[in-house]
């Protein structure tokens, strides 16, 4: 049987740069593809670059960079069938796994010890449709997080609705984070503060350590 294979954008090691996790040194699997369009996206060279590798050759130059720690992100790496049986393969290596993911793919069949970073789609995001609401069933409270990108007042109130409605705060980590460019770090902090709801702030470390990076951070 041939081995199996994932189209790889890039791999490298860095610190985390979001999630509760952020801080730690990271192994980061970048998977080529994603099916969706946010208005938002700052990984765009992820959808078109990359190559085919098979899982021992990611391997290997994982263990190269000899971090406990690994991340399989995208673009949307559960847009690969191949994703979820090199998750368990991490994960039978000995590696802390996370996982970050769209929210718009499902996520049943990740294995339980992988940390999920599971995104929810807010309206100015373009692609709130895509959310898939039955993920929030799967999704382990006080283990799993719910990222929600931030452009607007309006997406700030989505994300209060959508917490309060499926009760997310009293069973999750809800990061927010800000826009860059259309939302002042400042002003997001002001409305987490207003709301009294417990969410998150989040920055992105890794942005503000390397301004000048554009990938691989």
């Not at 002001?190 to 951070?217: A, T, V, Y």
Request: proline share 4%.
């Amino acid at each position: 049987m041939d081995e199996l294979s994932l189209s790889i954008n890039e791999i490298f090691y860095s610190l985390q740069g979001e999630s509760s996790q952020a801080g730690r040194p990271c192994t980061f699997v970048r998977l080529k593809g994603c099916p969706l369009r946010c208005s938002w996206c700052d990984t765009e060279y992820a959808f078109f670059e990359g190559s085919q590798l098979k899982f021992s050759e990611i391997l290997s130059r994982v263990r190269d960079l000899n971090g406990s720690l690994v991340e399989v992100t995208g673009g949307e790496p559960l847009a690969q069938r191949n994703c979820i049986p090199f998750l368990e393969k991490l994960v039978t290596e000995g590696f802390e796994v996370m996982l970050e993911t769209s929210g718009a793919f499902d996520i049943s069949q990740v294995p339980k010890s992988v940390r999920i970073i599971m995104d929810i789609k807010a309206p100015a995001s373009l692609e709130e449709s895509k959310n898939l609401w039955s993920n929030l069933k799967v999704l382990k409270p006080g283990f799993d997080e719910i990222k929600i990108v931030i452009q607007d007042r309006a997406d700030f109130d989505y994300a209060v609705k959508v917490c309060e409605e499926n009760k997310l705060l009293e069973n999750f980590t809800v990061l927010v984070s800000a826009v860059a460019g259309k939302l002042s770090h400042v002003t997001l902090a002001d409305w987490i503060l207003e709301s009294r709801k417990p969410f998150r702030f989040q920055h992105q470390l890794h942005k503000m350590l390397w301004p000048s990076k554009e990938r691989g951070f």
